[in-house]
T-cell receptor
Framework: AQSVAQPEDQVNVAEGNPLTVKCTYSVSGNPYLFWYVQYPNRGLQFLLKYITGDNLVKGSYGFEAEFNKSQTSFHLKKPSALVSDSALYFC????????????FGPGTRLSVLP | EAQVTQNPRYLITVTGKKLTVTCSQNMNHEYMSWYRQDPGLGLRQIYYSMNVEVTDKGDVPEGYKVSRKEKRNFPLILESPSPNQTSLYFCASCQDKVSTGELFFGEGSRLTVL
């Protein structure tokens, strides 16, 4: 069965510093991996995805993520954090072998301090 | 504009009073799904649908019903709501079961059952 872990409930970072939000996954085959962001009182917004190819993928708002197959990780990164990046971040996996259901991690709350 | 629309956004009801949360998408997506979001539990899938007249249970289907009579609509029905169904609900859609596309989410429906 597929699963997603986000080991940190909360990440705090100072504005201008680099940020990392961690995600590890477990699937049977080759995963499709996604990051979503949720701002207060809003739905989830797609940030980026890894399907195949280059392990470093770039997405919206300056975010990027690195797929590491050996470590089964897909950490979200940004070189310089903004206060407006403060939100709840979800990692998700979809295993084509099992069909199209998405499995989400529990979420990590990012706080960027001015 | 591509979007998933849910109604109502906010609802307070009482135990046992049937309610329906509507969901509509304008992207001609085959796949639609309902999730509930609870603190510390992330997103949990309630039901999903691969196409018209095709629905299946997710991880937490108890107490819910769905229907998919038209491709664009996927209502969530609570026949006899109970307080443990107080939650934030999201409808989502994506292209189809074999695509690499991401999920598109509605803005959410916050339900309180007294």
């Amino acid at each position: 069965a597929q699963s997603v872990a986000q080991p940190e409930d909360q990440v705090n970072v100072a504005e201008g510093n680099p940020l990392t939000v961690k995600c590890t996954y477990s699937v049977s085959g080759n995963p499709y991996l996604f990051w979503y962001v949720q701002y207060p009182n809003r739905g989830l917004q797609f940030l980026l995805k890894y399907i195949t190819g280059d392990n470093l993928v770039k997405g919206s708002y300056g975010f990027e993520a690195e797929f590491n197959k050996s470590q089964t990780s897909f950490h979200l990164k940004k070189p310089s954090a903004l206060v407006s990046d403060s939100a709840l971040y979800f990692c998700a996996v979809r295993d084509p072998y099992y069909g199209q259901n998405f499995v989400f991690g529990p979420g990590t709350r990012l706080s960027v301090l001015p | 504009e591509a979007q998933v629309t849910q109604n109502p956004r906010y609802l307070i009801t009482v135990t046992g009073k049937k309610l329906t949360v509507t969901c509509s998408q304008n992207m001609n997506h085959e796949y639609m799904s309902w999730y509930r979001q609870d603190p510390g539990l992330g997103l949990r899938q309630i039901y999903y649908s691969m196409n018209v007249e095709v629905t299946d249970k997710g991880d937490v289907p108890e107490g819910y019903k769905v229907s998919r009579k038209e491709k664009r609509n996927f209502p969530l029905i609570l026949e006899s709501p109970s307080p443990n169904q107080t939650s934030l609900y999201f409808c989502a859609s994506c292209q189809d079961k074999v695509s690499t596309g991401e999920l598109f989410f509605g803005e959410g429906s916050r339900l309180t059952v007294l």
